[in-house]
């Protein structure tokens, strides 16, 4: 088993996030492509993060239901 030390100053400021190896790969993918986009991309990009930090989205589900998939 190995072991990880977390710095206390990160982990008291709850700095730290872990997400699995795929997950960020997926995440570095997307915003080293994400430099390619146009300003106007970026800022789309940006408020759709702003609505999921709202709640403002809808689940696959809820979007089959409305498309009456």
Same mark, same amino acid.
């Given at each position: 088993?190995?072991?990880?030390?977390?710095?206390?100053?990160?982990?008291?400021?709850?700095?730290?996030?872990?997400?699995?190896? %795929?997950?960020? #790969? &997926?995440?570095? /993918?997307?915003?080293?492509?994400?430099?390619? $986009? @146009?300003?106007?991309?970026? %800022?789309?990009? #940006? &408020?759709?993060? /702003?609505?999921?930090?709202?709640?403002?989205? $809808? @689940?696959?589900?809820?979007?089959?239901?409305?498309?009456?998939?």
């Amino acid at each position: 088993m190995n072991t990880v030390t977390i710095p206390k100053r990160i982990a008291q400021k709850n700095d730290l996030v872990t997400i699995p190896r %795929k997950e960020y #790969e &997926k995440l570095y /993918r997307f915003w080293m492509s994400a430099e390619q $986009l @146009t300003q106007l991309g970026k %800022k789309a990009i #940006e &408020k759709g993060f /702003r609505e999921i930090a709202q709640g403002k989205f $809808l @689940t696959s589900k809820q979007v089959r239901h409305e498309l009456g998939l």
